[in-house]
């Protein structure tokens, strides 16, 4: 039973941690001090010794600090020990040509594995899905369904789904209805009926670069003309040098990923993104919003949207649970601001409607506060799990490796000497039962080549941290 006593602990401990986590992260404690005393703690602090234990076992979770037998607790490491951070420098000019086509399809192969070591997949794995809260969600939603959820569902999408997306999107600054949201088959879909909607075939769509490289597939699909917009490793999309193309480039569409971008894990700071939405606004140019990792954030509030932004109707926004609850069930959905009726059309076209049982199921999900509860656990071991990846990374490879301290998503950025070729990486890796992303995949000319994405989807274990020291190794044996 949740008391009020229960809640203020909770605030209590979660605060002291975190402030023990700045003087850890600004160097005012630095690796090898030791912490004060649990009692010491308390009496300082005004709080219970069990109040006392749980910040210190929370900063523990985060490997940040250690427990030795009849020592006490020490600092176990500091971000200032960390990799160092990736700047915004242009990758060097490609020495040969490469099939990027044919790289995406073999590290698409391995994705799947169950025996290899899935470092590759920006999504969470099983341990960190609530399978059985989502099974008791789909039997609720089937018993209360007059058909058992075997009839076509609203061409729109399941209204209660609708109406839970508008009332989430409160929580980025959002003034939606349900009649704003079409729901999809997962978000991959939102992105191609949103594109269909203002594009035809040859015009050219801005896109960041580096970007998850699902985008090339639909952009080929679609016979549209990529213009790659540079993407600052903290910021995201270069908007400068956006506007500078734009005044050449007739660029019928822009899409971009503001929220912790793949692969970069990239956050554009709200004036940027209020600046990008002004910009196109001004030249009447609809932007695709590409929204699924917005809810997972390390800090204290959800970062905004551009569509947030949005006075004009050109902001397209597109998400999903597919990061967030349940890759599988295929949910995803649009806000097509004006373009709702062209939308609609699309997937009157393509699917008529979307899965009934799934749909019903995430709508129960969203519907009885567990999306909430689950949403909370999930972003909390999501930050450990970054920063036990982070520490690793720093103990197991090179000493000049750099990386993106990323404020939130699934993935970290790594830039590897320029000896390295990252897709050869991958090869070796693979022979070890390893999966990584090369980062050559994430443009389209594969000019990443020393770069490589990692996924901290995973929760940390002896498996995972063998997985990093062997890789660490594979690097290390490419240059002297």
């Not at 940027?272 to 929204?291: S, T």
Request: charged share 25%; net charge neutral; hydrophobic share 40%.
């Amino acid at each position: 039973m949740v008391t009020e006593d229960n809640v203020r602990e909770d605030f209590l401990y979660s605060q002291i941690a975190d402030r023990l986590s700045a003087q850890i992260e600004k160097g005012i404690l630095k690796a090898g001090d030791k912490l004060i005393s649990l009692r010491a703690l308390s009496k300082e602090q005004g709080i219970s010794l069990s109040t006392a234990f749980k910040a210190y076992v929370e900063l523990e979770n985060k490997g940040i600090i250690e427990a030795r037998p009849k020592s006490g607790y020490f600092v176990r490491f500091s971000p200032l020990n960390a990799p160092e951070r990736l700047k915004a420098e242009p990758p060097g000019p490609l020495i040969e040509k490469a099939n990027v086509d044919e790289m995406i399809r073999t590290v698409y192969k391995t994705m799947t594995h169950e025996r290899v070591i899935r470092l590759s997949v920006a999504a969470p794995s099983a341990e960190l899905i609530p399978e059985a809260k989502l099974n008791k969600a789909m039997i609720e939603a089937l018993r209360k369904s007059p058909h058992s959820c075997t009839q076509y569902e609203e061409v729109q999408g399941n209204r209660t789904l609708r109406k839970q997306i508008a009332k989430y999107a409160f929580n980025w600054k959002g003034n939606v209805s349900e009649d704003d949201v079409i729901t999809t088959q997962g978000c991959m879909e939102a992105l191609i009926f949103c594109l269909k909607a203002v594009t035809e075939p040859g015009d050219t769509v801005a896109i960041e670069n580096p970007i998850y490289f699902g985008i090339f597939n639909i952009m080929k699909s679609l016979g549209l003309t990529i213009l790659e917009i540079p993407c600052h490793p903290d910021e995201g999309a270069d908007l400068e040098y956006l506007e500078k193309a734009l005044e050449t480039v007739p660029v019928k569409a822009v899409l971009f990923v503001p929220n912790f971008s793949n692969p970069t894990g990239a956050l554009m700071p709200d004036y940027r993104k209020k600046q990008l939405v002004n910009m196109l606004a001004e030249r009447e140019i609809p932007l695709i919003e590409d929204d699924i990792y917005g809810e997972m954030y390390f800090g204290k509030t959800r970062p905004a949207t551009c569509k947030s932004y949005d006075k004009k109707g050109l902001i397209m926004l597109c998400g999903s649970v597919s990061k967030t609850l349940a890759p599988g069930y295929r949910v995803g959905w649009c806000l097509p601001g004006k373009f709702k009726d062209k939308v609609l059309s699309n997937k009157i076209m393509h699917t008529v409607s979307s899965a009934t049982p799934t749909q019903a199921a995430v709508a129960n999900f969203f519907e009885t506060g567990r999306y909430d509860l689950h949403m909370r656990h999930l972003r909390k071991s999501l930050h450990t799990q970054c920063l036990r990846y982070i520490q690793a990374i720093a103990d197991y490879f090179p000493s000049d490796t750099k990386l993106v301290r990323p404020q939130g998503g699934y993935v970290l950025w790594i830039e590897l000497n320029k000896q390295v070729n990252a897709f050869e990486l991958f090869e070796n890796a693979i022979q070890e039962s390893i999966s990584i992303a090369p980062g050559q995949i994430f443009s389209t000319d594969a000019r990443f080549s020393n770069y490589i994405r990692i996924s901290f989807g995973a929760p940390y274990n002896a498996l995972i941290d063998a997985g990093l020291r062997k890789l660490g190794e594979l690097i290390k044996a490419q240059y002297p």
